[in-house]
C-alpha cells in the first residue's frame, strides 16, 4: 500500500515510527495499570493480617501476665508488660514473615504454605538470637508448626463465624426464620404469642385481685 498520505491507508498502516511507539507507550502504561489496580495488588491486606494479630496477641500476653504466677516477684504491671511485649514480637515475626513469603510467592493469604515458610523463618531468626543454632532449628520447627496449625484452624473456622455472624445480623433485622428450641428457656415471642401472654397475665392479676378482696371481706 502506498504510504503517500492519501486515503485511509495511510492512517492504518503507516503510522510514523514516533507515533508507533508513543501508541505502544501508551498501551504498556495501560497495562500496567491494569496490573496495579487495587484488587490485584498482592500486598492488599497486610496490615490486617500483620498489625491486628500483632495487638491481640499483645493482649492476649498482657491478660496472661496479670494470672502469671511471677507476677508477686517481679510486679504485675511488670510482667503483664513483659508477657505483652513478648508475645506481640513473635506474632509480629512471625506475621511479618507469612506475609514476605506470601507476597513473594504471588499467593493467596490462605495459603497455608505461607506458614509454613514464615514459621521457619521467623523461628530460626528468634531462636537464633537466643540459643545459637540449636535454638534457631528448634524454634523454627515450632513456629512452622504452631503457626500453620493456627492458621489451617481459622481457616476452617472462618465460615461458621461468618456464618452466625450473618445469622446474629439477620435476627437483629427480623429476616430470620431461626428461632430457639423449645426447651431452651429463651424464647422470641411473636404478635400473636406475645398478646396471649400479656392476656393470661392480665387474667392472673385479676384472678389474684379479686381472691384478695374475698380474704378481706
Not at 66 to 89: M, Q, W
Not at 139 to 160: K, M, S
Not at 183 to 192: F, N
Amino acid at each position: 500500500f502506498p504510504c503517500d498520505g492519501s486515503g485511509s491507508v495511510w492512517t492504518t498502516f503507516c503510522l510514523p515510527s514516533r507515533s508507533r511507539r508513543a501508541a505502544g507507550v501508551r498501551e504498556m502504561s495501560s497495562e500496567e495499570r491494569a496490573t496495579d489496580a487495587p484488587g490485584s495488588r498482592p500486598s492488599d491486606g497486610w496490615k490486617g493480617r500483620i498489625i491486628v494479630p500483632t495487638l491481640l496477641a499483645g493482649v492476649v500476653g498482657g491478660g496472661a501476665g496479670l494470672v502469671s504466677k511471677h507476677r508477686k516477684v517481679l510486679g504485675t504491671g511488670t510482667i503483664a508488660a513483659t508477657y505483652a511485649a513478648n508475645l506481640a514480637i513473635v506474632t509480629g515475626s512471625y506475621c511479618g514473615a507469612r506475609e514476605i513469603a506470601r507476597d513473594a510467592r504471588a499467593s493467596e493469604p490462605d495459603d497455608l504454605f505461607n506458614s509454613v515458610i514464615g514459621g521457619i523463618a521467623s523461628g530460626a531468626l528468634l531462636g537464633r538470637l537466643q540459643g545459637g543454632q540449636l535454638g534457631a532449628a528448634k524454634y523454627a520447627i515450632i513456629f512452622a508448626v504452631a503457626g500453620t496449625a493456627l492458621d489451617f484452624t481459622t481457616v476452617q473456622l472462618r465460615p461458621h463465624f461468618q456464618s452466625f455472624k450473618n445469622t446474629l445480623t439477620r435476627i437483629k433485622n427480623g429476616n430470620s426464620s431461626w428461632s430457639f428450641p423449645e426447651w431452651s428457656p429463651i424464647q422470641v415471642l411473636d404478635e400473636e404469642a406475645l398478646a396471649a401472654k400479656r392476656a393470661r397475665e392480665q387474667q392472673l392479676y385479676a384472678e389474684r385481685t379479686f381472691g384478695k378482696l374475698n380474704k378481706e371481706e
